[in-house]
């Protein structure tokens, strides 16, 4: 089984500011199987980047994914209002595959 | 882009059966594996269901394996998760999710949920 550790739990941080979550895998992974969620209240997940940094269509440019091994991150390069939300990576490539439990980007 | 559009939730006592289904509009569901995801507070997001686009391959997670059946009627452009000796744990918000290529188990388009409330 495939943990995903999502770090930090919660992100209190203001508009404008640089937001970076983190994903730590319990085993090793491809750069093919990572992809990042974005959640709002009340809505379905929306997928932001897949296959570890390319960005879904319609994502800002602000959102980029990097990463490897078993350690990966979503980068929000500075914060717009409507960016606050729960953010979610998932292992989506071979089995196990594997959600992580979320991080919430919160206003300061 | 299309849209998927989830309904047949509802209250349920346990041991019992509920049908979902979810409707695509917008693009044909025969050229894709869609998936059922469902997400709870305890939980979060798991991976319960999936079928191709023909039909021929399925999934179940372990948790739902000999009580879920999942199928298609793509004249429907539909699909639907038969759920059967429904326990508490069943209890979740379910999302039918397109996936977005072809092996790749990541979603590039959600339906909005429905409800399944398990409880006597």
């Known amino acids: 089984e495939i943990v995903l550790t999502q770090s930090p739990g919660t992100l209190s941080l203001s508009p404008g500011e640089r937001a970076t979550l983190s994903c730590r895998a319990s085993?090793?992974?491809?750069?093919?199987?990572i992809a990042w969620y974005q959640q709002n209240p009340g809505q379905a997940p929306r997928l932001l980047i897949y296959?570890?940094?390319n960005r879904a269509t319609g994502i800002p440019d602000r959102f980029s994914g990097g990463g490897s091994g078993t350690e990966f991150t979503l980068t929000i390069s500075r914060l717009e209002p409507e960016d606050f939300a729960v953010y979610y990576c998932?292992?989506?490539?071979?089995?196990?595959?594997?959600f992580g439990r979320g991080t919430k980007v919160e206003m300061k | 882009e299309g849209q998927l559009v989830e309904s047949g939730g509802g209250l349920v006592q346990p041991g019992g059966s509920l049908r979902l289904s979810c409707a695509a509009s917008g693009f044909a569901l025969s050229r894709h594996t869609i998936h059922w995801v469902r997400q709870s507070p305890g939980k979060g997001l798991e991976y319960v269901s999936a079928i191709s686009g023909d039909g021929g391959w399925t999934y179940y997670a372990d948790s739902v394996k000999d009580r879920f059946t999942v199928s298609r009627d793509n004249s429907k452009n539909t699909l639907y998760l038969e759920m059967g000796s429904l326990r508490s744990e069943d209890m979740a918000l379910y999302y039918c999710a397109k996936e977005g290529a072809a092996g790749y188990w990541y979603y590039d388009l959600w339906g909005r949920g429905t409800l399944v409330t398990v409880s006597s």
């Open positions: 296959h570890t940094s």
């Open positions: 085993q090793s992974l491809s750069t093919v199987d």
């Open positions: 998932q292992q989506c490539g071979r089995s196990p595959r594997a």
